[in-house]
């Protein structure tokens, strides 16, 4: 057999994803607001489904509802919806229990833009 | 306007396992061609392009592949491309290469898909590969799995039909009791309701013998414009129809994320062009990466208004009125990715001329055969119609 191993370490730009990437790694949901039809996109879209381009940056308040969710070997995950987002998103779901419905974007410790949803606090639940 | 029709004058799928005996993907692209070739009775001279299927790069470290297994299949001369769209590749060089002959650009085109997809790296790192087969920067780079987004709109799909969990043993006991009458197959397995039900949860519902296993392997076609073709292969079957079509590539921006959309789109393309409606085609192969996702392909594709009532009627099963996945399918013939939808097409084409291996070959030939294959979580889908010679003659 023939043994290679090969180590790479990719550099990718975000492009106009970058207002995305960077709130991740805060623990921001940066979505997009379509100017012409006000539909938001999380994660964001740069065609909005009505056809327009032009949109805004909007900062959304990064609570989500769990409509869909799986668990297993490979991880937990979800697919959610984050409040003032009128698409779903697919989430790794971090420290959630099974009964827990909602949850909150959370700043991913690894250095790649990870969309999380973990735990929210009671003082967050009983103001949702 | 030259419009050819055309004509699978070969068909060859190799072995789909793990390949431990030294052999690499050169060797079984190469018997894969020899052999459809050889069906043909066309010479190499004859052939004027090549389409290559492989999914990645990453698999075997071959960024230009279609090049040299032009070299390495005496074809060096050809027009070469290699085509990629993820667990579609093979189904879209398919289609590349019927168009090239439709076109009157090419008389006699070969196909080779081929991926290591068990043996080149560990399982591990394919998973990982895998994951970024949707969108890198959001559900790669999450870390979410093709298992997990299958899982997901899997469950969507169990909201609009009511599915049990006897329905997932059921298809996955059928494709891998298939597999056991395949002596190409990779996971011929008789597995009970129960072993499947005790099996590892990979990403809930789906458990570790819900999934289609990583193969290696290679399957080739040769596609020809009918009248270049000598007598003794004039009457072998056609390809009648293609259709491809894509979805949102996030599963979250579907209305509907249990519905394969772009599989119906691709199906009613190809029914369009093939002038048939689904309900003609009376065997299929589908795109079973996983067990449910067999179930979600079948009501796309229209071929049931009922899929949960069709499946447990038999309609599916090797003695139904329209059989699925006599090969096994993914999950128990294999799933060496660039190979699939070329293995799909091949499996279509020797049924349709009874050709099949013996034990699962049907008594009554098909009049038209479907072959389904898809990427991503069906964010590209592509479909080939194929019919019997005398019919589109």
Partial sequence: ?128 | MHDATVTVSGAAVTPFNRRRDGTGLRDWAASAFDAALAMSDLHRGDIDALYVASESDFFHLQLNPASVLATELGLAGVSATRCEGGGASGQLAVHAALRAVQSGAARHVAVVGVDPSASSLPGDDIRTLYGFSFDAWTDGMTGLTSTALYALSYQAFTESHTVSDSDLATVTIQNRSNACHNPGAHLGRTDSAEDIANSPVIAHPYRRLHCSPLSDGAAALILSDTSHLPTTRKSAPRVVGAGAATDHMHLGARAKPGLFSAKTRAMQRACAEADVTPSAVNYAEIYDAYAGAQLQGIAALGLSGDVIRDLRAGRFAPNGACPINLSGGLMGQGAPVGATGVAQTATCALILEGRYHPDLQPQTLPQIALADTHGGICTTSAVTLLAQGARAA
Avoid at chain 1, 20 to 44: I, M, N, Q
Avoid at chain 1, 56 to 70: C, D, S, Y
Avoid at chain 1, 80 to 96: E, N, P, Q, W, Y
């Fill in chain 1, 1 to 128: 057999m023939i043994s290679y191993p090969l180590s790479l370490n990719y550099s990718l730009a975000p492009g106009w994803l970058e207002p995305f990437v960077s709130g991740l790694e805060t623990g921001a949901a940066l979505a997009r607001k379509c100017d012409a039809c006000a539909a938001v996109s999380f994660p964001p879209l740069r065609v909005c489904p009505c056809g327009a381009t032009d949109a805004t940056w909007v900062t959304l308040p990064g609570t989500a509802r769990i409509e869909l969710r799986t668990y297993g070997s490979d991880g937990a995950f979800g697919l959610v919806r984050f409040d003032g987002a009128d698409t779903r998103a697919t989430v790794r779901l971090v420290d959630i229990a099974p009964d827990e419905e909602t949850g909150r974007i959370m700043a991913s410790d690894a250095q790649r833009p990870m969309l999380c949803l973990t735990t929210m606090t009671a003082k967050e639940v009983s103001h949702g």
